[in-house]
């Protein structure tokens, strides 16, 4: 069974780094989390089980901002043992919906070229490549590819 969605709260910022750890080379840590959650132009979720809304499991989230038309998807992760069941797909269809409701009309996102599963999910939904960024990401030197898409609900 999939979870539900929330806006990300404060208290779920320690699940969120412990998620982040597993997926990331190198993570944000809390205060980096706890900047975006207070950032306020972020629209940040998560996914939590039904019946463990008490003791604060997490599955997935989802770091963005809105900034006038635009939507950045900076950050997304889905805990390892509920990949490729489709929580990342159905957070992304909900951060697009919110974000369209609040104005956004384009959505941007950058990804390892080497992250062949995210790029499938991307594509799947509508985004396309249209350049890359040299050297964004400082620990391996890798490049982004930056993706973008033109808003429209994900039916």
Known sequence: MMGRIYLMTESDIRSVVDIERMCFPVPWGYQSFLAEYN??????????????LENNHIY?????HVVGNELSILKMAVSPEKR?????????????HRAIQKGATEAFLEVRPSN??????YRKLGFRVIGTRPNYYPETGEDALMMMKILKEIS
Not at 60 to 64: G, H, I, P, R
Request: glycine fraction near 6%.
């Open 39 to 52: 950032n306020p132009y972020s629209l940040n979720f998560v996914i939590k089980e039904p019946d463990s």
């Open 60 to 64: 997935a989230y989802s770091c963005n």
């Open 84 to 96: 490729r069941l489709g929580y990342a797909e159905h957070l992304l269809g909900t951060v697009i």
């Open 116 to 121: 062949y599963k995210a790029q499938a999910l």
